[in-house]
T-cell receptor
């Protein structure tokens, strides 16, 4: 069964810390992996998309890596800010499928 | 308009009533998805369209749910005889067949069934 797991479920850090959010998935035959941000009561904002042939993608203070062989992706947030507080969702599209399967998300709180 | 648009944003209804949600995808996107999200969970896939063809439906999509995309542009999701368990956020996303496969989501339609 194709599943996506995110650990931890919640994280609280002081402002300025560098942090890592983890995503693991069953079955390494993925097509791509996408990280999203979701603010309370809102839709999803796409942060980074990593194709199966890529190892990492970067956007500003965000860096996402992909290790298909171990079934893992990490989202690295540098110098965290209170405005980064949100839920971060990892989603995988497997080869031969057109839909994304989501993890349950990591709820991040960055306090001043 | 550069994003996915969903209406209404909020809907409160009584059990047993029918509700309909509308999604307008990004104009050049031919793929459209519906997801459902309950509190504290990730979105769950409901159904997928390529142009006007509904190519996949989840088992979550019971016979009370129907989705259409009649002209390959906007889509509607109708829930008949709503139940309290239908209370959730209904999210629409679109993507282009020719791009990287990146999905773009709308703001969602929140349904509360009393």
């Amino acid at each position: 069964k194709q599943e996506v797991t995110q650990i931890p479920a919640a994280l609280s850090v002081p402002e300025g810390e560098n942090l890592v959010l983890n995503c693991s998935f069953t079955d390494s035959a993925i097509y791509n992996l996408q990280w999203f941000r979701q603010d309370p009561g809102k839709g999803l904002t796409s942060l980074l998309l990593i194709q199966s042939s890529q190892r990492e993608q970067t956007s500003g203070r965000l860096n996402a890596s992909l290790d298909k062989s171990s079934g893992r992706s990490t989202l690295y947030i540098a110098a965290s800010q209170p405005g980064d507080s949100a839920t971060y969702l990892c989603a995988v599209r497997w080869g031969g499928y057109n839909k994304l399967i989501f993890g349950a998300g990591t709820r991040l709180a960055v306090h001043p | 308009d550069t994003g996915v648009s969903q209406n209404p944003r909020h809907k409160i209804t009584k059990r047993g009533q029918n509700v309909t949600f509308r999604c307008d995808p990004i104009s050049e996107h031919n793929r459209l998805y519906w997801y459902r999200q309950t509190l504290g969970q990730g979105p769950e896939f409901l159904t997928y369209f390529q142009n006007e063809a509904q190519l996949e439906k989840s088992r979550l999509l019971s016979d009370r749910f129907s989705a259409e995309r009649p002209k390959g542009s906007f889509s509607t999701l109708e829930i008949q005889r709503t139940e309290q368990g239908d209370s959730a956020m209904y999210l629409c996303a679109s993507s282009s067949q020719t791009n990287t496969g990146e999905l773009f989501f709308g703001e969602g339609s929140r349904l509360t069934v009393l």
